[in-house]
């Protein structure tokens, strides 16, 4: 077993270091990469040395107004507390233990407190005290974390900088400078990269006020494939295959499959999918679906339609709901089902095969999307077979096992939950 050593808070801030990153490879303009930083704050977590235990239960990273709470997801027990100002985003860091956050210093890398370890025909279970490890890859503004072929990727919408790590690197709970690499895009803007098994990355291209490309860059800094008919591109999903991935545009996403991009035809001249949920064992993406392009001063469009993309012919199909969602509605089981939770409180499963809802479960009050996307809502994660549903207006996480549509438990949270993401130690993202 690997024994973290001991560091006092004090030793840890004495030790933080800047740790400047070459870039890895030049733009498609020929402009290098800017620096990126990572260094420890100070409110960093001593190691400690973990202790065995028979098992470990999925927990759930939750955030609310001051803070971020760590809750045991079998009985709702709050494993820590951790005092944190500021809106902070979540993102699952692919390696079943730690997070992402996105917060005013960057990413700043949480750790769950859950360690598994393979032992021949059997696991080995440990915990620690969950808390930050002091490492954070320094943003401007820090948007897009995507896990991919063993790696992650982070996206500085502020710079324009994307910055890559094995995710095997996390293990210790630091980034040092030699597992870090970066490069720049032309401008900075709201991007996305998803890192390749081939050692390629697809990577938006764009500025602030207009974005319409994705293109392969590859290892040494060469663009392979390219789209420039996605409008507005925003969000991505992987599927089963290898280097399958969609993203979202304004007039029909676009698939690269095979090397290449294909667009995906839409009857309408504005479609807009800018949140895509992917799985690893399906060819489906599940996205979201407008069709009313934004107007200054006008209501924000509340669909009540799903879309689902075949990654293997570049199609899409539509799933009526018959009630309205949001970008947190979504996520995907075990088995590919798609989840989406709407306004009405159900929580719809789908067979993306079929596109039919085949199971609706009565989980929230009805509720409505707020003016303010980061006001507190209804927030969807799945792991695995379950489904983790937040309900801010009674302080609630109920959990529905997707496979059969049953709500299991509905926990009582200390706290109005915003942000939440749920790491099973078990399942590597």
Not at 64 to 93: H, M, W
Not at 151 to 162: I, P, R, S
Not at 203 to 224: F, L
Request: with cysteine; glycine share 10%.
């Amino acid at each position: 077993m690997r024994t973290l050593p001991k560091l006092s808070a004090l030793t840890l801030a004495a030790a933080a270091l800047t740790m400047a990153l070459a870039a890895c490879g030049s733009s498609s303009a020929g402009g290098s990469g800017s620096p990126t930083t990572a260094q420890a704050p100070t409110e960093a977590t001593p190691s400690e040395k973990p202790v065995e235990v028979s098992d470990v239960d999925p927990r759930a990273a939750i955030t609310y107004d001051g803070g971020i709470q760590i809750v045991d997801t079998s009985d709702g027990s709050v494993v820590a507390d951790i005092e944190k100002e500021g809106f902070l985003r979540l993102n699952p860091a692919g390696d079943g233990r730690h997070v992402l956050v996105s917060s005013s210093a960057g990413f700043e890398v949480l750790d769950l407190g859950m360690i598994v370890k393979p032992h021949g025909d059997h696991n080995h279970y440990y915990t620690t005290t969950p808390g930050l490890t002091g490492a954070v890859i320094e943003a401007e503004t820090p948007g897009h974390v995507v896990t991919h072929a063993g790696k992650t990727a982070v996206f500085d919408d502020g710079t324009g900088t994307v910055t890559i790590f094995d995710t095997s690197a996390l293990e210790d709970g630091q980034l040092s400078p030699d597992e870090l690499t970066s490069f720049q895009t032309n401008d900075p803007h709201h991007g996305v990269a998803v890192p390749l098994a081939g050692g390629s990355v697809l990577v938006t291209e764009g500025t602030e006020d207009e974005r319409h490309t994705v293109h392969e860059r590859k290892a040494d800094g060469s663009i392979g494939a390219e789209s420039t008919d996605c409008p507005g591109v925003h969000g991505e999903a992987t599927a089963q295959g290898e280097d399958v991935v969609s993203f979202g545009c304004t007039n029909g996403s676009v698939v690269f499959r095979d090397g290449q991009f294909h667009k995906v035809p839409v009857p309408e001249t504005y479609q807009r999918s800018g949140n895509q949920f992917g799985s690893p064992d399906s060819p489906y993406v599940l996205t979201d679906y407008k069709t009313v392009e934004p107007v200054d001063g006008a209501e924000p469009e509340h669909p009540t339609k799903v879309g689902i993309i075949n990654t293997t012919d570049a199609t899409t199909t539509t799933v009526e709901l018959g009630s309205a969602y949001w970008f947190r509605s979504f996520g995907r089981g075990a088995a590919g089902e798609g989840v989406v939770l709407t306004y009405d409180g159900k929580l719809n499963i789908l067979d993306p095969a079929s596109a039919k809802v085949t199971k609706q479960v009565d989980v929230v009050s009805p509720w409505t999307e707020k003016e303010n996307w980061q006001e507190p809502g209804p927030n969807v994660k799945t792991a695995g077979d379950f489904a983790y549903v937040t309900d801010p207006a009674t302080q609630k996480l109920h959990l529905v096992q997707i496979s059969t549509g049953e709500l299991l438990s509905s926990l009582d949270l200390s706290v109005v939950p915003n942000e939440m993401t749920v790491i099973d130690a078990e399942l590597k993202h």
